[in-house]
């Protein structure tokens, strides 16, 4: 019931971010389905495989974004970033941010330099997940057209 919970409300605030960003409407499923696929990826690795590693999950569940992205925009002919950019609105630490600046504030800078390195973390987690599936994806249409 928690995954079912999850993936609702990770659609719902994707497809939200995707009107904020001016998405085709005729898109904003598509880009609520990527975000759901992306969350309920990083949620089920961090809990059930990484033993609740954040920045491993992050990286598999940016990389699950990137791949149904890939594959939305070839199949809808529209712009990969439509995709992306709405999916991976679940997995932006900006609790963890938060976290940073309200402790930086308040002057307990030892706990602000931990949520800082995670918030880091995190971020080069979620592009580098994005590159490796741009890559992969790439060599796997460059070798379908050489073959």
Request: glycine share 8%; hydrophobic share 55%.
């Amino acid at each position: 019931m928690t995954y079912v919970i999850h993936g609702v409300f990770s659609f719902l605030a994707t497809a939200m971010f995707g009107i904020i960003f001016n998405s085709p409407r005729n898109r904003l499923l598509h880009c609520g389905f990527v975000g759901a696929v992306g969350w309920l990826v990083f949620f089920s690795s961090r809990d059930l495989l990484l033993e609740g590693d954040a920045v491993k999950a992050s990286f598999i569940g940016a990389f699950a974004v990137a791949i149904v992205a890939h594959l939305f925009s070839k199949r809808y002919r529209t712009p990969m970033i439509i995709f992306s950019v709405a999916g991976i609105i679940p997995l932006v630490p900006g609790g963890t941010a938060y976290n940073t600046m309200r402790n930086v504030m308040e002057k307990s800078y030892d706990a602000a330099n931990a949520h800082a390195m995670e918030v880091l973390m995190i971020s080069g987690a979620i592009a580098m997940g994005l590159v490796f599936a741009e890559v992969i994806i790439q060599l796997v249409f460059n070798n379908r057209k050489t073959a």
